[in-house]
């Protein structure tokens, strides 16, 4: 039997429309006083899409706002079936903790003013009228209606929310209902960080870069020095476009990709591995078996490898059971190269395009796309995912969540390794946020600075703009480890394959590759970690060492040249006699028996035997010059030990001048521990990498 509860409040029911611009909301304690719906109990309909059921379904109406303080049109709310429904619509939803209330809060976040009532239930499921609206309420689109009531003498376990569709012409939608003990009104927020700033200078990337059509889809090379994007608008066709820093920090005037990445048809990049030489890009590249010139795409995912200056024919990328019913699709590749994470509609999606995971397997195939959960989707589409270089924050765009615009741009962090436990993400404030369209957020190694899109402030349609960022704003410090691979031998560049593994597993294990004409590589690690490395190359003795960061705590650069000897051939021990003549010109000889004290670049005397014999090998051959090659191990800071290993080495000249060998016939060079002969995982084996050779540049 309904009880209609009057003599509660009497004339003291206050109806208060709050149209919200912004709100922080309540703090921490306030919070626990005021419940969101938890449950829905029952409903009289709901909007259903066929392609997208779960979007404007009851369910949607539970927890936070997720449209509020903007207002409009959202998936993320409950939206009755029909327009201007005569018959009442009404749903009922439960809260996780019964409480006395003097508030009721109705997230009204499209077309308000047609609730009429307002029922509270005890926890026998007694049936209370609290609110009556029979006043019809001007359009508005949308508000957070804060409806005072005196204290209810029971406990409240759930709210009926009565309807006239018919009252307010279009869909009427609510967000979020919550219930308070407080006076205090409630106010729905946007989830930012108490340090997120309020002002950051966004720069438009310019002419050279962005045109009268669109940008999106940029990607910035972990070193900060390319800008990959996209331009699906222009008059011929979607290519993928690229733009290089210039020494005054802007860039330069962007130039088309080469064949094969941009084809005749539409053509889009996303990920860019640290060594720039692996490329993800959007759709499957076939060639027409009846001309072979053409190139047809499918939909999925391919990836292209550079070898040298050019760009190989993109590769199908093979992922276990992938399908999307979603028109769109984005992915971001990890640093580690291990870690693939991609937006797809698919049948456990929450409603349209959703966040999933996928790793690499032995097989070099990516297991089954897997969803990562209610945290950071969302009913709406969720688009543009970027994992930062620390592997732990990632970026992506929603407006599934409040935000200032049509899509905003937020912050989650992992919570552990399944990549399925995220921390309620944050929004990264109306300094980066607009009132427009904000998204595609990209950061290099170093995340000094942000790459976004935004229609706000444009030449065009959406344009790439940057932001310093604030220390508060950038994702967890790394190490950006670069160099190159030689032949140790010949000194000439070669192709290799490097493995890295933490070895206290904090961080993740991952691969990075020597481009084979250049020998160049690079790879980001996060600190606080020290990893074991081990590089091969076909017919090369394989190199394990050490890169130690758990000392450090900010960003930094690390240059690592790699040193591989052919199988078989270390450079040979000095002789008992030196034989001049069977001595190639260009090859290394050690100097076995050159002896300092540890850490130190003083010779001891049974040094002097060794050195004694090279000082009357030179002076027997007149025209005879070498080059001193300094090594130590890698134990240490490696500065220090580049400088440990040319003041060694300058002592062996320093010794074989006094022997009557003229200075101009000895050339040095210092390497540090950048060149190991073996492992330096162990005291025996660091011994061999702590040496002097010679190279016999002239006969």
Known sequence: MRKHYRSFFGKGVRLICVILLFSFGLGTALAQQVQWASRV???????????????????????????????????????????????????????????KVKQIAVAENYNAGSITRIYGYDSNDKEYLLYTNTKDTLPVVGRMSNIFIKETPFMVTSLKIMLNTSRIPGWNQIDAVAISSLSTPVKAQINLSPDTPKELKRENLGRGVNSVYEEICPVIAPDGKTLYFTRPEQPDNQDVWYAELTASKTFGTARRMPSPINTPEHNSSFSITPDGSTMLLNNIYRRDKQDTSRIKLYKGLSVTRKNGQLWGFPEQVQIQKYYNDNDFAEFSLAQSGQVLVMTAQREDSYGSKDLYVSFLQSNGVWSEPKNMGGVINTADAETSPFIASDGVTMYYSTPGLSGYGSMDIFATRRLDESWTKWSEPQNLGPAINSDAWDGYFTLPASGDYAYFVSA?????????????????????????????????????????????????????SGKASANTATGEYKMVLPLKEIYALVVNSSGYTQNTDEIKLEKDSVYKEIRKDIYLSKTGTEPPALANKLDIANLEVGKAVVLNNIMFEQGKFDLLEPS????????????????MEIRLEGHTDNQGDFMLNIELSKNRVLAVKKYLESKGVTPERIQYKAYGGTQPLASNASEVSRKKNRRVEFIILKK
Not at 51 to 66: E, M, R, V
Not at 469 to 491: E, F, H, I, S
Not at 610 to 623: I, S
């Open 456 to 508: 706000k402030n444009s030449f065009g349609g959406n344009d790439i703009f940057r932001v310093e960022l604030t220390k508060q704003l950038q994702p967890d410090p790394v190490a950006l480890v670069y160099g190159t691979v030689y032949d140790a031998l010949t000194k000439k560049p070669i192709g290799a394959e490097l493995q890295y593994s933490p070895k206290k597993q904090k961080g993740e």
């Open 41 to 99: 109990i029952g409903f009289s309909s709901e909007l259903v899409h066929a392609k997208t059921p779960k979007q404007y379904g009851a369910q949607q109406i539970l927890g936070k706002p997720s449209k509020l303080p903007n207002f409009g049109n959202s998936a993320c709310a409950w939206s009755p079936s029909t327009e201007g429904n005569i018959t009442e619509e009404w749903i009922k939803v439960g809260y996780n903790k019964p409480m």
């Open 608 to 623: 002097f035997v060794e050195l004694d014999r090279v000082a009357t090998v030179m002076k027997e051959n007149p025209k």
